[in-house]
């Protein structure tokens, strides 16, 4: 960004503090542990304010991102929330008119390596990546699992979607998938260009389908049917596409973990991913976290 669009504000240390304040009180609807790393990364933002000319330029930002790194000698995923804190948290002084424009938005979080049970992120994706797509069985097994590594959607949201559920916009398409114990409500998922690709070509496969057609159904003497593919499918899919052995299976419960693996492999926070994905609790992060491989990592991209 240039200078021009982001002209130094300088906001006295009393005020500052007085505004994180402020921001922390605004955000009593978030969860109590939300809340509470906001404001320990907010805090740091207010220390590392206080012996700079912070100014509020993206410029400010990442140098108290290797402030984060260097000083405080903070893990990647720390510094990528509290760098999220920071961003929020300028968000809420553009609402009250005193930043035009959000400098720490330009400021990324730091890629990290991470595997879940005994097979990496890079294996997962290249078993996907090699499927063979000559098939209709092989254009849905790709489809469904590609959705899943891009998308976070569900298994049980995948198996439950119509073709009516499903509408393109361009090279990017929407899955409209209902909200479990809410009738009537739906969340909006996202589609990547990739696996919309995908999607359309196993739908083509199937010939003239319906919109209360099931989205994925199985598959008999090589052609689609109308029957709805259930989880037993599923786990035959994965085993023939994600045999890695007895001793490194991926389980239908775990293969849904792997797009939070490769969302925070490329700098998201927890809580961002939680919020992309609609996690209803920790557990899959302590997942992660649990099998990160931490003396692979380094501290910082300089």
Not at 4 to 31: E, G, N, Y
Not at 33 to 56: C, E, I
Not at 274 to 282: A, G
Request: proline share 3%; glycine share 6%.
């Amino acid at each position: 960004m240039t200078p021009d669009k982001f002209p130094v504000t300088k906001i006295p240390q009393s005020q500052l503090a007085s505004l994180v304040h402020q921001f922390d009180t605004s955000m009593l609807r978030a969860r109590a542990a939300t809340r509470h790393v906001y404001k320990k990364g907010l805090d740091q933002l207010l220390d590392f304010a206080k012996s700079s000319t912070f100014g509020f330029i993206p410029n400010d930002f990442a140098k108290f991102r290797l402030w984060l790194f260097d000083q405080k000698k903070l893990s990647r995923n720390t510094v990528n929330v509290y760098l999220t804190a920071s961003r929020r948290f300028c968000e809420y002084l553009m609402e009250l008119g005193i930043l035009k424009k959000n400098p720490a938005w330009s400021v990324h979080g730091s890629a990290q390596e991470f595997k879940t049970l005994k097979v990496k992120l890079t294996e997962v994706s290249a078993a996907i990546s090699s499927i063979d797509r000559n098939t209709v069985l092989g254009k849905r097994d790709f489809a469904f699992l590609s959705t899943i590594l891009e998308s976070g959607v569900a298994i049980s949201e995948l198996i439950n979607a119509n073709i009516g559920d499903l509408r393109k916009h361009g090279k990017y398409a929407r899955l409209y998938v209902r909200k479990e114990g809410k009738r009537g409500e739906q969340d909006i998922i996202s589609l990547p260009s990739s696996v919309t690709e995908a999607m359309y070509d196993y739908l083509d496969s199937r010939g003239v389908v319906e919109s209360g057609e099931p989205l994925f159904s199985t598959v008999r003497a090589g052609k689609g049917s109308k029957v709805r593919l259930s989880f037993r499918g599923v786990r035959a899919s994965m085993r023939r596409h994600l045999n890695f052995g007895d001793d490194r299976k991926i389980t239908i419960d775990s293969l849904r973990t792997y797009c939070a693996v490769r969302l925070m492999s490329r700098g998201k926070s927890s809580d961002e991913v939680r919020s992309i994905m609609r996690f209803k609790s920790n557990m899959p992060f302590r997942k992660i976290m649990y099998n990160m491989p931490q003396s692979n990592i380094p501290r910082s991209n300089k």
